[in-house]
C-alpha cells in the first residue's frame, strides 16, 4: 500500500518561509514523479510544482517561479516544497502526489496516489 504524509503547514507572516515535506513509503520512490497541488476554499485543486523520478526534470506553477523550490532526497523517500516570498493567495492545502507514470505532469488525474495535505496560511 502507497503511503504518502505531508508536514510542514503552519501559519506564517506574508513574506515569510516555509518548507513542506512528503515522506513515501510503499513503492519505488526514486522512479516514481511526484507533484506539489494545492487547494484553496471554493477553488479548485491546483498544479504547483513536480519533479520526475528518472530524469529529474522540475515543473512549476508561473505565480510560484521564483518563489518556490521542489527537491527530492531519494535515499530518503522524501520530496521537499521550500516556499518563500509567501503571498496571501499561497493560502491552501497542499498535497502531494506520486505517479509512476505521467504523460502531463499538472494534471492532478494523472496521479495515483495522494497525502491527506497539509494547511498553509499566510496572513497579509
Known amino acids: 500500500q502507497v503511503r504518502l504524509v505531508e508536514s510542514g503547514g503552519r501559519p506564517v507572516q506574508a513574506g515569510g518561509s516555509l518548507r513542506l515535506s512528503c515522506s513515501a513509503s510503499g513503492r519505488t520512490f526514486s522512479d516514481s514523479a511526484m507533484g506539489w497541488f494545492r487547494q484553496a476554499p471554493g477553488r479548485e485543486r491546483e498544479f504547483v510544482a513536480s519533479?520526475?523520478?528518472?530524469?529529474?526534470?522540475?515543473t512549476y506553477l508561473d505565480s510560484v517561479k521564483g518563489r518556490f523550490t521542489i527537491f527530492r532526497d531519494n535515499a530518503k523517500n522524501t520530496v521537499f516544497l521550500q516556499m518563500s516570498s509567501l503571498k496571501p493567495e499561497d493560502t491552501a492545502v497542499y498535497y502531494c502526489?506520486?505517479?509512476?507514470?505521467?504523460?502531463?505532469?499538472?494534471?492532478?488525474?494523472?496521479?495515483?496516489?495522494w497525502g491527506q495535505g497539509t494547511q498553509v496560511t499566510v496572513s497579509s
Open positions: 502526489a506520486i505517479t509512476a507514470a505521467v504523460m502531463e505532469i499538472s494534471d492532478p488525474t494523472q496521479y495515483e496516489y
Open positions: 519533479i520526475r523520478g528518472i530524469t529529474g526534470r522540475i
